[in-house]
């Protein structure tokens, strides 16, 4: 299949390493390629420039938002959720229709300093606000709740804990469920939440997860969920 990885950072060339691997096609979204690949230096948080990365991963392409979006059968939103609807606002009309977009970004508000908060939050969600701008867009929200490496090797964590979706349409969830477990989630690790509105509970626990992360000085861990079947 064809994907458009929406956003340059870790967690976008993670989802695009892994989906190569996987056979996939690849292409990642930038707001100015050329941009992209003129940068020397690593970024604020240390990760090396796209330029470097790409040389290391030759087989995932690079254009814009617009055109990566154009030419892909499905998508993953990597981009930060503040700029989420900019970047989808940019893609032309229709080349998002019926396409399935798999939404790994969380409305995180910096604007009282770390830990960030959530804008929107409780009332809304981004998964929401995604799917009200697009509605032939079929919005998928999972793995938003985890470490990225944790996302395409779900073993890097020890025993049993679980992944959540949440959106409208069946059979794009049915897509996403095959897509998780190419990356290693079971069937039984896959807890559909329902709705696309579901995506406010999920969004919700990112506070927790950064806490954690401040707490442990670590992000290899992922949510644990007992009893939540029938066993």
């Not at 100015?32 to 230096?41: K, S, V």
């Not at 970024?43 to 420039?49: E, S």
């Not at 079971?186 to 992360?213: F, Q």
Request: one cysteine or more; proline letters at 5%.
């Amino acid at each position: 299949m064809r994907y458009a990885v929406l956003g340059t950072g870790i967690v976008g060339r993670t989802l695009a390493a892994r989906l190569v691997s996987l056979g996939h096609e690849v292409v990642i979204g930038t707001r100015d390629p050329h941009n992209t690949l003129a940068r020397a230096e690593p970024d604020g948080r240390g990760l090396a420039p796209f330029a470097r990365w790409q040389a290391e991963n030759a087989a995932v392409g690079l254009a814009s938002f617009a055109d990566a979006a154009a030419g892909a059968e499905a998508l993953v939103n990597t981009t930060s959720g503040s700029a989420t609807l900019a970047v989808l606002e940019s893609v032309r009309p229709g080349d998002l229709d019926g396409k399935v977009l798999v939404d790994i970004a969380n409305p995180l508000d910096f604007s009282q300093g770390f830990p960030p908060g959530l804008n929107p939050v409780n009332t809304d969600s981004l998964g929401e606000q995604i799917q009200r701008a697009h509605p032939a867009l079929r919005v998928v929200k999972t793995l938003n709740t985890m470490n990225c490496l944790v996302m395409v090797d779900p073993a890097r964590v020890q025993g049993e804990h679980t992944v959540f979706m949440s959106g409208d349409d069946a059979d794009a969830k049915k897509s996403v469920a095959e897509l998780l477990g190419s990356f290693g989630w079971s069937d039984e690790s896959i807890i559909d939440l329902g709705g696309i509105e579901t995506a406010r509970g999920t969004e919700m626990l990112l506070p927790v997860w950064l806490r954690l992360m401040g707490t442990l000085g670590h992000t290899d861990f992922n949510f644990h969920i007992q009893g939540a079947r029938q066993r």
